[in-house]
């Protein structure tokens, strides 16, 4: 297992979305075992990868982290726009890139997905369980970016799904039961996390 930080990738907390089932309330600031999401994402980032950014079209509410805060170059296109900003930014070769309302990420998970993406030259490293895929917990390669730019350019189409079903994926399987893929959509699934 590695144990420095990886140099050749940033560690990316997408936060640009609306809340909109929050009243407009930042989901990276809702509390999960007494700590704001985000900051419990940071703290793992920080432990992995030597360049870390966040995602966000509102910068001012992120400031008290000192970390750099990019917005979206191609507005109102959900996460794959998220995405692409990063790719964008990034002065490194990929980003593993988190949706900032995953309260139980997993350090270990993480580089078990880095290792594999080194090693599989592929595009991207994405998790799989249940049948379900996990691009909002993803390492993605530099080299997507020309490609994912022209996605945004030439189609209307928001949903990740189409994208990645034209590039180059290495797939990692998890168990089912892993909860380090959840994440918080609603007040209702707060309230059912705070119940167990």
């Known amino acids: 297992m590695i144990d420095y930080l990886i140099d050749d990738c940033s560690g990316v907390i997408l936060a640009g979305g609306k809340n909109t089932r929050y009243g407009g309330f930042h989901k990276a600031f809702l509390r999960v075992e007494n700590q704001f999401i985000i900051e419990n994402t940071l703290n793992i980032l920080k432990s992995i ?82 049948n379900n895929i996990e691009p909002l917990h993803s390492i993605y390669s530099k080299e997507i970016l020309k490609d994912l730019e022209n996605h945004l350019q030439n189609s209307e189409d928001n949903a990740i799904y189409k994208f990645l079903s034209t590039i180059d994926i290495e797939y990692l399987n998890f168990e089912s039961s892993k909860q380090e893929f959840v994440n918080i959509n609603s007040p209702e699934d707060l309230e059912l996390l705070n119940k167990l």
């Open 49 to 130: 990868f030597n360049d870390n950014f966040i995602i966000a079209n509102n910068k001012v509410i992120f400031s008290k982290y000192q970390l750099p805060v990019y917005s979206d170059i191609f507005f109102n296109r959900g996460p794959i726009g998220g995405i692409h900003s990063a790719l964008q930014h990034t002065s490194k070769k990929s980003i593993f890139v988190v949706s900032c309302d995953m309260p139980f990420i997993d350090k270990s998970i993480i580089l078990k997905m880095y290792e594999k993406f080194k090693s599989s030259n592929r595009n991207a490293c994405v998790p799989k369980h249940d």
